[in-house]
């Protein structure tokens, strides 16, 4: 998983949901995924699944909610998770800068992980991971720039676009390179983590829905992507529109309502 040249990467997804079966009906169909059907027990009682990718890899796990998860409201959510030398000083560093510990550090078989939110409001992850046993210099993939069935973009909404840039600087180290005016709605800022444009963060609408990430994820065909979604019980929130470089995006929720971006291109059309 991320050695110390993956600090400040995005190395894992995890999407939380009440219905494990539906996310794997669903997903499998709108990515090419194949979650597994049988998740890995937890102590809590909830159930971890998996997300096998076509080439091999691991795309990130479905979380299946616990009991107690959903007595106290849990909702279906996308969430990311960022790789850091050590939780517990990144933690620290996240406070001292604002932010706010929502899941105190705690160590699992895989790693010692800790839910954050920024000071408005926006969750993550923050993991220092394990690598697997002989494979110390192991890297996550599970993001990839352009590749389909990986997280391809990353993105997020701040109710201060200007404080927050500073605080992920602050926090992770990233950095800011180049924009896309959106008109009234202010500049598109694109986020760096080295020499990899990780995504971008956008100022959020005073009437929309606060402080948030927003997975994109990558799929082979943005027009089967999208007949899937509706097939299969999702809401697409407008329709592709098209990016530079000629492939397509579009915003949706699934069918419990948790929201993600499709990218790709549309098959057959030129490059």
């Not at 998770?81 to 705690?106: T, W």
Request: proline share 8%.
């Amino acid at each position: 998983m991320a050695t110390e040249n993956q600090a400040g990467a995005f190395i894992w997804y995890e999407l939380i949901c009440a219905d494990p079966a539906r996310a794997k009906a669903f997903y499998d169909a709108v990515v090419g995924w194949n979650i597994a059907p049988e998740g890995a027990a937890m102590a809590s009682g909830a159930t971890y699944h998996m997300i096998a990718r076509a080439d091999g890899g691991n795309a990130g796990a479905v979380l299946g909610m616990s009991p107690e998860m959903r007595e106290h409201g849990a909702k279906p959510v996308w969430m990311g998770y960022v790789g850091v030398p050590d939780v517990d000083a990144a933690l620290a560093r996240f406070v001292a800068a604002g932010g706010a510990v929502h899941l105190p550090a705690f160590d699992l078989p895989v790693g010692r992980i800790a839910m954050v939110a920024d000071p408005w409001g926006a969750l993550l992850y923050l993991m220092t991971p394990i690598p697997p046993e002989g494979k110390p210099e192991a890297r996550s993939d599970v993001w990839s720039p352009d590749a389909p069935q990986h997280v391809r973009w990353n993105e997020l909404w701040s109710t201060d676009q200007a404080a927050a840039r500073a605080f992920y600087t602050e926090t992770f180290g990233w950095g800011q390179n180049g924009a896309m005016p959106m008109g009234p709605a202010g500049d598109y800022l694109f986020l760096q983590h080295g020499d990899d444009t990780i995504g971008a963060l956008g100022q959020a609408r005073p009437e929309g829905e606060g402080s948030r990430w927003e997975y994109f994820l990558g799929v082979a065909d943005i027009e089967s992507a999208c007949a899937a979604v509706e097939a299969g019980g999702g809401t697409l929130l407008g329709t592709p529109q098209m990016l530079p470089g000629g492939e397509y995006c579009v915003y949706s929720r699934d069918p419990e309502g948790a929201s993600f971006g499709l990218v790709g291109p549309r098959a057959g059309e030129p490059a």
